[in-house]
């Protein structure tokens, strides 16, 4: 059993887990006094959040297992270090757009109290940068555990569709509080993918 499995397994394991885990955890199923709900989902956020969370846990169990016992004497090659590459970016552009929006990130839609935009960070290039991770990881993980395609293609569609819808409504809740300052931000920048979208 080469080592180099063994780590890189465990890190891209942990970097998915990492990257579903709130750093707010007294805020990650709602939001605090002076808050406002704003997504028509907030109360099915509210349910699905742990059921996602446990599912991808499970995905993420039953992949590794699947690695384990089915690709652990294949030896490294090239591609899979730069998905593990990827999958650490992916990591690490989470991680810096959570860091950025501070105590404003929870998993619930709303206006935090003395809610701001952020434009510094990864927020500077992209509007959304935590999805864009979110994308990152979750797609390079399962082709990084050898994932049949046909699984990959139908976990990375719904992952994408769900992304986007919740980026619809985080636009039109933010152009309705800010307006021309937010949708200057829309017209300036791109969405997850700097330079294509």
């Given at each position: ?41 907030a109360e ?16 993420l169990c ?89 699984l990959v ?45």
């Amino acid at each position: 059993m080469d080592p180099i499995h063994i780590v890189l397994t465990t890190l891209v394991n942990l970097f998915v887990m990492v990257s579903i885990t709130s750093p707010n955890e007294h805020q990650e199923m709602g939001l605090v006094e002076g808050d406002r709900i704003y997504s028509p989902l907030a109360e099915k956020d509210r349910k699905l959040i742990p059921l996602a969370r446990t599912s991808a846990f499970m995905i993420l169990c039953v992949a590794t297992m699947n690695y384990v016992y089915n690709h652990f004497d294949t030896p490294f090659r090239y591609y899979d270090y730069v998905l593990f590459l990827v999958i650490f970016i992916g990591w690490f552009l989470r991680m810096w757009a959570i860091r950025s929006l501070g105590h404003m990130f929870t998993f619930v839609i709303g206006i935090r109290k003395k809610h701001e935009l952020v434009e510094t960070g990864p927020y500077a290039i992209l509007v959304h940068p935590g999805y864009a991770a979110q994308i990152m990881i979750c797609i390079t993980s399962l082709i990084f555990l050898k994932v049949h395609t046909l699984l990959v293609l139908a976990i990375g569609i719904y992952t994408i569709s769900q992304i986007i819808k919740r980026m619809i409504i985080e636009e039109e809740m933010l152009l309705k509080e800010f307006g021309k300052k937010y949708q200057e931000i829309l017209n300036n920048k791109y969405r997850l993918i700097p330079y294509i979208y």
